[in-house]
């Protein structure tokens, strides 16, 4: 199975806790204003990428990483090719981060199983379309106020969102 890819970062400290390595994927309908990553909102931007290259590329990082970060464009439009992906890394012991456009509640209202699915392999999740005007006061990890950096495990047992603690 292959994946749309924008880029790649081996390892970074700004997309989520502690090293990571970052997966851009392509493709996003939000259309924030703003935003900062606007060549990667084409869903033909980049290259398709065997799921097994990324992953061996992930490994070469361990155990320097502590997990993987899905960023973008927006991951959840890819959602098919990224359960796979997530589901490896999960069986590499890493934590699991996603950037999404879309809101917690929006994701789990949603008939596309494929979306709902990927949560269930996700640890945290920055919720929401980024906001050029509320970028003051933005949580840390996230880029507008709006958005909310999630527990998604917690949230989905609990049945109500509960926010990521450090
Ligand atoms: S969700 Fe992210 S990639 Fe998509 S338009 Fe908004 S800021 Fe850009």
Redesign the pocket.
Known sequence: MKLQVAGFLDNSMVNGKGLRSVIFVSG?????E?????E??AFDYGDKVEINEIMDRIKHNIPLIKGVTFS???PFEQAKALIFLAQNIKEQGLSLWC???YTFDKMLGSKDNDKLELLKYVDVIVDG??EKNLTENAPKYA?SSNQRVINVQKSLKSGKIIEFNE
């Open positions: 996003c309908n939000h259309n924030c703003g935003c900062h990553n606007k990667m909102q973008g464009g927006e950037y999404t456009g379309r980024f880029g």
